[in-house]
């Protein structure tokens, strides 16, 4: 009866927490309000006489309204401008071309399977682990392949198969932020960083690689605390499994010997692909390093091309296993995967434009630069620590009713970038601390569009399940991911380490 009470208030609360993210607007809207929030904001101030003085170059900044004539003359004129220069927008569209292509070929998909069905026994569970984690950089492949797959693997080892489907599904989700291979997310976060950055410092060299060395840190981190909760605590709570409660039989997906062959060929091309960037990057005069000084890291063609690196790396074995695999039978099949790939992007791009004439009124305004200084003023005596632990909380709590990674932090990196370099944290750091918040919660929150997915395979096994049963078991790995992560994240911080490329975590 008290297990029940219990069960009953936390249904209480998810539905709760379900109600309110249903009603939040579309992120579109969202922006097209702050749009008027912030003219409207320019206005008032203006009126008020509004100002601050910049620390970084003494000057007093005042708050100038958006609604003089020439504001509004330039808000009609460079509209479009806001959009097409809009930092990094090639950069994502151009590296969704490789994964995109990786993925409507079918790449990824067989690719995950076949890893996780090779391996040795004793190591299947750290392996389901180790390929979801690593999956995200799969797109939407990892939590919509791991889930099903995971749990039929449990239920023939002899495990529940509903706890191979919860590990399958957070291992990718939880652990979004952290992987051993730059992909989309990267990429994502980077597009509203670099321009949030450039409203303090323009000449601040930011690339996307500035998060790389934490998040390849905390893969393996991440693997052995997902590893501990499943054994501690998900298989032993879910017990044995009663087949009675099975909805449907389920059975594992059989991919052809030409698929699992295609697979190999894909894989051998990834690898040759590496070895060439190795052969290009290695050599002191290697074409990927600064010609002039022989760096890989500054302002070397490595750095200054890794969108389309990035790209290769996944499109040639994608084109590769489309081709051996039978997906891909002529240009028509290339061309719409191609397509298929950018569509995906609509949303994205749809947030862009309007993302750009926010973050572009915020500038003209000097709004952004105000809040930054003022905000920056309240921080100044907080510790390091209290700043990210707060931080980190924030953005777990609104990633409970905004889905979007990139519509969050599209949002969030005018205010928040800006503040945090006036204290002079870089904005690696910042960004950084916002990837983990926006990770720890993914597995709980009701927006997440693999939910409805992840619940349909669980009921194929207890038809009795509901989303009550999915938080519960999910809601242990976000408290220990989020715990370990945050305190690896402030260990780094106090020991003053890079978090990539050129990305200290301070300016100074």
Same mark, same amino acid.
């Given at each position: 009866?008290?297990?029940?009470?219990?069960?009953?208030?936390?249904?209480?609360?998810?539905?709760?927490?379900?109600?309110?993210?249903?009603?939040?607007?579309?992120?579109?809207?969202?922006?097209?309000?702050?749009?008027?929030?912030?003219?409207?904001?320019?206005?008032?101030?203006?009126?008020?006489?509004?100002?601050?003085?910049?620390?970084?170059?003494?000057?007093?900044?005042?708050?100038?309204?958006?609604?003089?004539?020439? $504001? =509004? @003359?330039?808000?009609?004129?460079? !509209?479009?401008?806001?959009?097409?220069?809009? %930092? *990094?927008?090639? /950069? #994502?569209?151009?590296?969704?071309?490789?994964?995109?292509?990786?993925?409507?070929?079918?790449?990824?998909?067989?690719?995950?399977?076949?890893?996780?069905?090779?391996?040795?026994?004793?190591?299947?569970?750290?392996?389901?682990?180790?390929?979801?984690?690593?999956?995200?950089?799969?797109?939407?492949?990892?939590?919509?392949?791991?889930?099903?797959?995971?749990?039929?693997?449990?239920?023939?080892?002899?495990?529940?198969?509903?706890?191979?489907?919860?590990?399958?599904?957070?291992?990718?989700?939880?652990?979004?932020?952290? $992987? =051993? @291979?730059?992909?989309?997310?990267? !990429?994502?976060?980077?597009?509203?960083?670099? %321009? *949030?950055?450039? /409203? #303090?410092?323009?000449?601040?060299?930011?690339?996307?690689?500035?998060?790389?060395?934490?998040?390849?840190?905390?893969?393996?981190?991440?693997?052995?605390?997902?590893?501990?909760?499943?054994?501690?605590?998900?298989?032993?709570?879910?017990?044995?499994?009663?087949?009675?409660?099975?909805?449907?039989?389920?059975?594992?997906?059989?991919?052809?010997?030409?698929?699992?062959?295609?697979?190999?060929?894909?894989?051998?091309?990834?690898?040759?692909?590496?070895?060439?960037?190795?052969?290009?990057?290695?050599?002191?005069?290697?074409? =990927?390093?600064?010609?002039?000084?022989?760096?890989?890291?500054?302002?070397?063609?490595?750095?200054?091309?890794?969108?389309?690196?990035?790209?290769?790396?996944?499109?040639?074995?994608?084109?590769?296993?489309?081709?051996?695999?039978?997906?891909?039978?002529?240009?028509?099949?290339?061309?719409?995967?191609?397509?298929?790939?950018?569509?995906?992007?609509?949303?994205?791009?749809?947030?862009?434009?309007?993302?750009?004439?926010?973050?572009?009124?915020?500038?003209?305004?000097?709004?952004?630069?105000?809040?930054?200084?003022?905000?920056?003023?309240?921080?100044?005596?907080?510790?390091?620590?209290?700043?990210?632990?707060?931080?980190?909380?924030?953005?777990?709590?609104?990633?409970?009713?905004?889905?979007?990674?990139?519509?969050?932090?599209?949002?969030?990196?005018?205010?928040?970038?800006?503040?945090?370099?006036?204290?002079?944290?870089?904005?690696?750091?910042?960004?950084?601390?916002?990837?983990?918040?926006?990770?720890?919660?993914?597995?709980?929150?009701?927006?997440?569009?693999?939910?409805?997915?992840?619940?349909?395979?669980?009921?194929?096994?207890?038809?009795?399940?509901?989303?009550?049963?999915?938080?519960?078991?999910?809601?242990?790995?976000?408290?220990?991911?989020?715990?370990?992560?945050?305190?690896?994240?402030?260990?780094?911080?106090?020991?003053?380490?890079?978090?990539?490329?050129?990305?200290?975590?301070?300016?100074?």
């Amino acid at each position: 009866m008290k297990d029940q009470k219990k069960r009953s208030a936390v249904d209480r609360f998810l539905s709760w927490i379900e109600r309110v993210g249903n009603k939040t607007p579309n992120p579109v809207i969202i922006f097209i309000l702050l749009i008027g929030v912030i003219i409207f904001a320019s206005w008032v101030f203006s009126l008020l006489g509004v100002s601050s003085v910049n620390p970084a170059t003494n000057e007093v900044v005042q708050v100038e309204s958006l609604l003089t004539k020439s $504001n =509004l @003359i330039r808000m009609i004129e460079e !509209a479009i401008t806001n959009f097409t220069a809009f %930092p *990094a927008l090639g /950069l #994502v569209l151009t590296v969704m071309l490789g994964i995109g292509l990786a993925e409507q070929s079918g790449y990824f998909e067989v690719m995950l399977t076949s890893v996780v069905e090779k391996a040795p026994k004793n190591l299947v569970l750290w392996v389901i682990i180790l390929v979801g984690v690593l999956g995200n950089v799969a797109g939407d492949a990892a939590p919509i392949v791991m889930p099903p797959l995971a749990a039929i693997i449990f239920l023939k080892m002899g495990y529940h198969p509903i706890a191979g489907a919860i590990v399958g599904y957070v291992a990718p989700l939880g652990g979004f932020a952290a $992987n =051993l @291979i730059p992909g989309m997310s990267d !990429a994502l976060v980077f597009a509203f960083t670099e %321009p *949030a950055a450039a /409203l #303090v410092d323009p000449s601040l060299q930011v690339n996307v690689l500035m998060n790389y060395y934490f998040i390849a840190f905390s893969t393996p981190i991440l693997v052995m605390v997902i590893y501990w909760i499943l054994k501690k605590y998900t298989l032993p709570r879910l017990g044995t499994y009663n087949p009675e409660d099975r909805e449907e039989q389920v059975e594992a997906k059989e991919y052809t010997k030409q698929e699992r062959a295609a697979v190999k060929w894909g894989n051998w091309s990834a690898l040759l692909v590496l070895l060439v960037l190795l052969l290009l990057t290695i050599p002191e005069n290697g074409l =990927l390093r600064n010609q002039e000084t022989g760096s890989i890291v500054n302002d070397s063609p490595l750095m200054n091309g890794i969108g389309i690196i990035m790209t290769i790396f996944f499109f040639v074995p994608g084109l590769v296993y489309g081709i051996k695999a039978g997906t891909i039978n002529n240009s028509h099949d290339f061309a719409f995967m191609l397509t298929k790939s950018m569509q995906s992007m609509g949303s994205f791009i749809v947030i862009v434009f309007f993302a750009s004439q926010m973050m572009a009124y915020f500038n003209w305004s000097n709004l952004g630069t105000v809040l930054a200084v003022e905000g920056a003023g309240l921080l100044q005596n907080a510790s390091g620590p209290v700043l990210i632990i707060g931080f980190i909380l924030l953005t777990a709590f609104i990633n409970m009713f905004i889905g979007s990674a990139s519509s969050k932090w599209a949002i969030l990196a005018p205010i928040f970038i800006p503040m945090f370099m006036l204290l002079d944290f870089h904005p690696a750091f910042t960004q950084m601390a916002y990837r983990i918040g926006d990770s720890i919660t993914n597995p709980l929150s009701p927006m997440m569009p693999y939910m409805p997915l992840l619940l349909a395979v669980v009921q194929r096994y207890d038809k009795k399940s509901g989303i009550g049963t999915l938080m519960a078991n999910a809601l242990p790995y976000s408290v220990a991911i989020g715990i370990i992560w945050t305190v690896l994240f402030i260990v780094w911080y106090l020991i003053g380490l890079p978090l990539g490329p050129n990305s200290p975590a301070f300016l100074s």
